[in-house]
């Protein structure tokens, strides 16, 4: 599976973006699709994940602001954010999870200014 991300930018905070994140290759292999971010110079941590049936998973500081979809004809995941903050900057990773196997696509810088 290979993943490609997109949608990133420059926005101001209170500003939305969508990202969307397009799987191809073994789609046999897709499962559970999610999105990650690292700001600099920190680790990269979970942001929301989506399962095959739909079920949605958020981290805890954007579970009032962003909406995680997909849209499994298309093979596509979708990260909505809105209501961005500054603390929101970072580049932002989609994940497939496919039991013990995990594929990145590259990253989408998100910048917030203040």
């Known amino acids: 599976v290979q993943l490609q991300a997109s949608g990133g930018g420059l926005v101001q905070a209170g500003g939305s973006l969508r990202l969307t994140c397009l799987a191809s290759?073994?789609?046999?292999?897709?499962?559970?699709l999610g999105w990650y971010r690292q700001a600099p110079g920190q680790q990269r941590t979970f942001v929301a994940t989506i399962t095959r049936g739909l079920t949605q998973y958020y981290e805890d500081s954007v579970k009032d602001r962003f909406t995680i979809s997909r849209d499994n004809a298309k093979n596509t995941v979708y990260l909505q954010m809105n209501e961005l903050k500054p603390s929101d900057t970072a580049v932002y990773y989609c994940q497939n999870r496919n039991g013990n196997s995990v594929t990145w696509g590259r990253g989408t810088q998100v910048t917030v200014s203040s």
């Open positions: 290759g073994s789609t046999a292999s897709i499962d559970d």
